[in-house]
């Protein structure tokens, strides 16, 4: 967890990672299960409205073909009656022409009906191509007959404008009446009109009736078609009999179609030349259909005419490349940039194609509007689902605010509390806290504070009693920081240093230690703070009389856990006093120092002096030993002799205790052969036991050994052991030097058979100037001999040791064997 | 003596000097030479080869140790030479051993230590 984060941040980060981040994703994936559902269902039920749409449409399609088909194979059916009655009557002698008023010559050669023939009757026309004499009448007349024939063609119900027989020399007789004098040109040549060739036999070999193409009334009729049939008379075609067929019937009957879904039919001929369309379907796709042209004379043998086309509307090649393959079928296809169900059907007789268009828009209105309207409620709902979620976040973020306000008031009167004790009150209150656990811990406080407070008692109390300790000693307090450079001291310092100040500056403090001190001091310091152990210095401090004072500081380096620092807290102390009665101890040591030097000075030089004169006397005497014949002579030398010897031992043994008392002495251990050095000491002797007639016995090892000693204090030793061994032996006594060895010592053996030694005397044989109240006998001595024997053994590393024996004494000296 | 025919003795002490003189003579050293000079004792061993040289450590104008240190430094090679000293102990013996001398005779010197020292260095020239 971050550190820096508040409570009231944490708690809600924790509820937004752990508790409504899964909450949305779940709601989210409900939402999109529910949309996704939703577009499934509606694209099938779309898929279903298509094809509901499209059977609807063949089937519309179908019928309306099939009625078309069954209008124009009824005028059909009529005309090939109205052809075969005109084969029946044409030419009929019986019937002959009546005159008529209504029938007039025009100025140009030509003859016409004024009014029709009778009520409701016929008009008839001869062109100027036909002369007068030439001219037919009777027929008209037998066609007049027919009348009530034509007249039932064109019914009111029908679709049929006009029913008409056209003869190849230029007759026509048409039903209704029309001007026919003022509608045709005088010389017209009527077989080139109405479609006359289509009947030919060329054409026409089978003489069935045909249908025209479309094409525009020149009679201002409009669009129509015409169906003609031959009329043969004994096999060569007379005329030819025909009705016009005007679309504006069939295109009000197909536009008035009812489809549903706003859909509407189109009449359209194979190529795309569109017959019928509504209004409304015209604006819908953008064209145009001309209802009527004002064409007075139009070219009524050209079958080519320009209309509406199917191909002028975007995306319909496709439709018409349909229709080429498949007659009667189905499609979803865009026109016009929008997408229609067509479904189409031919139409017999003609190359006519019904098709009916229903906008896919319109049929898909509805359920686009459902869809939309559940994509609308799925927004809702999500945006509901949002807006909750937001007011619920906001909701469950102030909870946790004002919980971790709560909290953090609680933890501040406890903070408070802390603080409290850090300033040392402990007389707690806290205020009744929010939760239990926090009351408890509150309690918790209190009681730690008031543990606090006791230490706190005990801690002054002690601290009491040793600064009282401190200053009844009249030591200070000393508190060295040597980061900040600073020292602190408590009030004995005055009475030290004279100084009342509590707090100094350590290079000032540092500058009243006298300057021999100063390096030293400094030393001590960094050493301490180095290794942590206890410093202790004696140096001077000046005083502010300028004087300086001797004081001891010692000290522990502490580290203050708080900063980090390092600190020397001790004590110091005025030791000027103790100073003085070392210094003056000092000055005593060196002047006895100075005086046992003298001394030992003094008793070297005397020992050169008196051995100087020794030496003459000795080695003069010993001439004289060889050189003298006279027995009583002789005695006398030796005696002189032993005299003599006597004093140069006792100057050794003088020198050497002055040697030991100043511990000046000093032993070279080497390696020698004891037997040597024991015949070269009993060489000495020889004067004295020749004198004293004692006879000195060795008893040597057979095989000489090497030991490690000092050779001239070994052989002092041993003269000490042989002389008192002589000294106090009656005459005619023996000595014994015996030498001896085990695995750990080498000892020698001096043995007499003198007095021996009292028990009393001998626990401190081997104390120096002790005589044993020998003093007062004849027998010269110091009483040195024996201490320093001791003394002299235990700087070799061996021992001199006592034994009685039942006549006399003996003493060994040991070695270790090493 | 067998082979140790001529001895020289060093002392600035003129009796102790005679008296070592004539124990040595006593002992069998058929020529004694005396000398209370280091110096003059220098040119007698460069002009006259001696078997044995008995010093005495403490002279006003030179000590044993000197005079042997110079006697190295001027001759190729040094007869067999005694320290003699009143003042003994073992820091001296040590020295005198450290720079070459053969043995060591302690003032008072007696007859029968000499003889020894003396026949024992007969034997081994």
């Known amino acids: 967890m971050d550190r820096n984060r508040s409570l009231s941040q944490s708690l809600w980060q924790a509820f937004r990672r752990y508790a409504l981040l899964p909450m949305i994703m779940v709601e989210l994936a409900l939402i999109t299960i529910y949309v996704v559902t939703n577009q499934w269902v509606t694209q099938q039920t779309k898929q279903e409205l298509v094809e509901t749409a499209l059977s609807e449409s063949t089937q519309i399609a179908k019928r309306q073909a099939t009625v078309v088909d069954a209008q124009l194979a009824s005028v059909q059916d009529q005309l090939a009656l109205y052809r075969e009655s005109i084969a029946a009557v044409l030419d009929d002698p019986r019937i002959t022409w009546q005159g008529h008023e209504a029938w007039t010559q025009g100025a140009n050669g030509q003859s016409f009906t004024q009014e029709a023939l009778g009520k409701d009757g016929i008009a008839a026309f001869y062109s100027s191509l036909t002369p007068l004499p030439q001219q037919n009448l009777d027929r008209i007349e037998q066609l007049h007959l027919l009348t009530p024939v034509m007249r039932q063609m064109v019914a009111e119900d029908s679709w049929v404008q006009q029913v008409y027989f056209n003869t190849h020399d230029s007759l026509n007789v048409i039903y209704p009446f029309i001007d026919v004098g003022s509608q045709y040109a005088a010389d017209v040549n009527i077989p080139k009109f109405n479609f006359f060739y289509l009947a030919d036999k060329k054409h026409n070999p089978e003489r069935k009736p045909v249908w025209t193409p479309v094409y525009l009334d020149p009679a201002g009729q409009g669009w129509m078609l015409s169906v003609i049939a031959p009329v043969y008379k004994d096999d060569s075609l007379v005329g030819v009999a025909g009705a016009d067929v005007t679309i504006e019937k069939l295109v009000n009957y197909l536009t008035h179609t009812r489809v549903p879904w706003d859909g509407f039919v189109v009449l359209a001929s194979q190529s795309g030349k569109i017959l019928a369309l509504s209004e409304r379907a015209q604006q819908r796709l953008d064209i145009t259909v001309p209802k009527s042209v004002a064409v007075k004379h139009a070219k009524q043998d050209e079958i080519g005419y320009q209309s509406a086309a199917l191909s002028d509307i975007k995306g319909a090649e496709h439709l018409l490349s349909l229709w080429q393959h498949d007659h009667d079928s189905l499609e979803a296809i865009a026109l016009g940039g929008m997408s229609y169900i067509a479904a189409w059907h031919p139409v017999a007789e003609t190359d006519w194609q019904v098709l009916v268009l229903v906008e896919e828009e319109k049929l898909l209105a509805r359920t686009n509007s459902i869809y939309r309207q559940t994509e609308l409620l799925s927004l809702i709902l999500l945006a509901g689902l949002v807006i909750f979620y937001l007011l619920y976040f906001q909701f469950v973020k102030s909870r946790t605010y004002r919980f971790s306000q709560r909290l953090n008031r609680n933890l501040k009167k406890l903070s408070d509390a802390l603080a409290q004790t850090g300033r040392q009150e402990f007389e707690l209150t806290i205020p009744d806290l929010e939760a239990p656990e926090l009351n408890r811990l509150a309690l918790q406080i209190t009681q730690v504070a008031e543990q606090l407070r006791s230490n706190l008692f005990s801690l002054r109390k002690n601290e009491a009693r040793l600064r009282f300790a401190l200053e009844s000693s009249g030591e200070s307090l000393i508190t060295q920081s040597i980061e900040h450079n600073r020292v602190e001291v408590t009030d004995n310092f005055e009475e030290i240093s004279q100084r009342p100040e509590r707090v100094f500056n350590l290079d000032e403090y540092s500058s009243w230690i006298h300057p021999d001190d100063r390096e030293k001091v400094k030393a001590l310091r960094l050493h301490a703070q180095r290794t942590k152990r206890p410093l202790s210095a004696d140096y001077r401090l000046q005083r502010k009389d300028g004087s300086y004072v001797w004081v001891q500081s010692r000290g522990q380096v502490l580290e203050d856990e708080a900063s980090g620092q390092a600190l020397i807290i001790g004590t110091l102390t005025d030791i000027s006093e103790r100073k003085a009665i070392e210094q003056n101890l000092r000055a005593a040591k060196d002047a006895a120092n100075e005086a046992n030097r003298a001394k030992s000075k003094l008793l070297s030089s005397i020992t050169h002096e008196i051995k100087t004169p020794l030496t003459t006397i000795l080695g003069i005497a010993d001439i004289l030993r060889f050189k003298l014949a006279d027995v009583g002579q002789r005695d006398s030398i030796r005696r002189l002799i032993s005299a003599a010897e006597h004093l140069n031992h006792l100057v050794d043994d003088i020198l050497t205790l002055s040697k030991l008392e100043s511990k000046s002495l000093t032993v070279t251990i080497e390696q020698v052969v004891p037997q040597f050095l024991i015949a070269e000491t009993i060489d000495w002797f020889s004067e004295t036991l020749e004198t004293s007639k004692i006879q000195v016995q060795c008893e040597l090892l057979p095989n000489a050994i090497e030991l490690k000693a000092d050779p001239i204090r070994f052989k002092q030793v041993l003269t000490n052991l042989l002389s008192n061994a002589i000294k106090y032996s009656p005459k005619h006594s023996k000595v014994k030097v015996i030498e001896a060895q085990t695995e750990e010592v080498y000892t020698i053996t001096v043995k007499d058979e003198g007095w021996g030694i009292p028990p009393l005397y001998r626990a401190r044989l081997f104390e120096a100037f002790n005589r044993f109240g020998r003093e007062q006998t004849s027998v010269e001595g110091t009483g040195v001999g024996l201490a320093i024997c001791r003394e002299l053994m235990r700087l070799m590393g061996g021992e001199v040791s006592y034994q009685p024996l039942e006549q006399g004494s003996a003493f060994t000296i040991s070695f270790p064997m090493r | ?125």
């Open chain 2, 1 to 125: 003596m067998k082979r140790l025919k001529r001895a020289l003795v060093i002392d600035d002490n003129t009796t102790n000097l005679m008296v070592l003189k004539e124990l040595i003579e006593m002992i069998g050293v058929p020529q004694v030479i005396a000398e209370t000079n280091p110096v003059y004792a220098l040119n007698i061993l460069k002009k006259t080869p001696v078997d044995c040289v008995l010093i005495d450590q403490n002279m006003p104008q030179m000590s044993g140790l000197e005079l042997y240190s110079e006697l190295k430094q001027v001759m190729p090679s040094i007869p067999a030479t005694f320290m003699v000293s009143a003042i003994d102990d073992s820091e001296l013996r040590e020295k005198a051993r450290a720079i070459g001398m053969v043995g060591f005779i302690s003032k008072p010197f007696r007859y029968e230590i000499i003889e020894r020292m003396l026949r024992d260095l007969d034997e081994r020239l």
